[in-house]
């Protein structure tokens, strides 16, 4: 199975609040691809990308480098949405 | 961050009298406001930005609990409470099931960190099958304290 991956950074000022984290997950749902988030940094984590509330226990502020993962057919496809997401700051003005 | 350090157990509502989402928001911000948390002047604002955060995605996030939440320039301090509905509430939740467990979070502007902070705990608990089964269960103001002080101290 093909798998992506790609190491971002959390660049909006709020951070993965639940908003963004649910974002996260509608997009994620679109694809058949198992999506993992690590987090890292001084309190690392890891998350389902498929599951709001674990990624909403990740308390990803500003600044935090995360990397997403994908396995499955559509992993690259995957990746990249996943990580526009972050790179548009889920949509919010800073 | 621990959860007594932002919910306030005086603002407890064992019992929701509320049927519905917007009752049941309002309810529980007028609690926090009886119980000192919040000026009394800010619960119509507040309780408005809470059905305006919940019609632009609901914060019943599944398994019964929701989570609804948002910051305010009238809220000073965060602060936050738990609410207990025994027949179900309808969230719009994303599994489409009622929720019988309400913990509501209020944030100042600013303070993002804080505010992820406080989520983190709310749904490391909230993630908890026990957890959830037990809140569900307390009948009491008291029983849901103690429940949130047990989960406080790790056990």
Known sequence: MPNASKDIVVSNKLGLHARPAMQFVDVANGFASEIKVLKFGDEPGEADGKSVMQMIILAATEGTPMRIEADGDDADAAVKALAELFESKFGEEE | ?155
């Open chain 2, 1 to 155: 961050m621990k959860l007594n350090e932002f919910i306030v157990a005086d603002a407890i509502v064992a019992e929701l009298a509320a049927t519905d989402r917007d009752g049941a928001l309002r309810e529980l911000v007028t609690s926090l406001a009886t119980a000192g948390a919040i000026e009394q002047g800010a619960v119509d604002d507040v309780v408005a930005a809470l059905i305006k955060r919940e019609q632009n995605g609901s914060t019943g996030f599944g398994k019964g609990v929701a989570v609804p939440h948002v910051k305010h320039p009238k809220v000073t301090k965060m602060v936050g409470t738990v609410g207990r509905s025994a027949n179900g509430i309808d969230f719009a939740a994303l599994d489409n099931q009622p929720v019988y467990s309400v913990v509501l979070l209020l944030s100042p502007e600013n303070q993002p960190q804080q505010h992820l902070n406080a989520m983190n705990i709310v749904f490391t608990n909230l993630q908890k099958d026990m957890f959830r089964k037990f809140l569900r269960q307390s009948g009491t103001k008291q029983a849901i304290a103690d429940l949130l002080d047990e989960a406080d101290q790790g056990k």
